[in-house]
């Protein structure tokens, strides 16, 4: 069975052709935070992305493109989903 960070990892990879991209699970963070979330399972997901995509898009339009992409995982009980995208040659933080 696929994992979730794969799935998100190939719908990242064929809709935007990243130069760089890190799918993180930062579940273990969160344990506690809710009754419900443990910290176990892949209920808190971090990405980072550098993709000529996101060129002349604002900050906005590029977290929106990302979660319209993703809104399936969303909507399966991914928790929560940190987007960090960037088009090339723009500074990250990572």
């Known amino acids: ?3 979730l960070r794969t799935r998100i990892e190939e719908k990242l990879v064929k809709a ?7 799918v ?3 579940s273990h ?4 935070h809710q009754p419900d979330i443990t ?24 977290h929106r493109a990302i979660t319209d992409l993703l809104k399936p995982e969303l909507d399966a009980g991914l928790h ?11 500074p990250t933080r990572w």
């Open 39 to 62: 910290g176990t399972g892949e209920t808190h997901m971090r990405v980072r992305i550098v993709s000529g995509k996101f060129a002349g898009m604002s900050r906005l339009a590029r």
């Open 24 to 26: 993180i699970d930062e």
């Open 29 to 32: 963070l969160h344990a506690g």
């Open 80 to 90: 929560a989903l940190a987007v960090e995208p960037a088009a090339p040659d723009e």
């Open 16 to 22: 935007f052709a990243p130069e760089r991209l890190s």
């Open 1 to 3: 069975m696929m994992t």
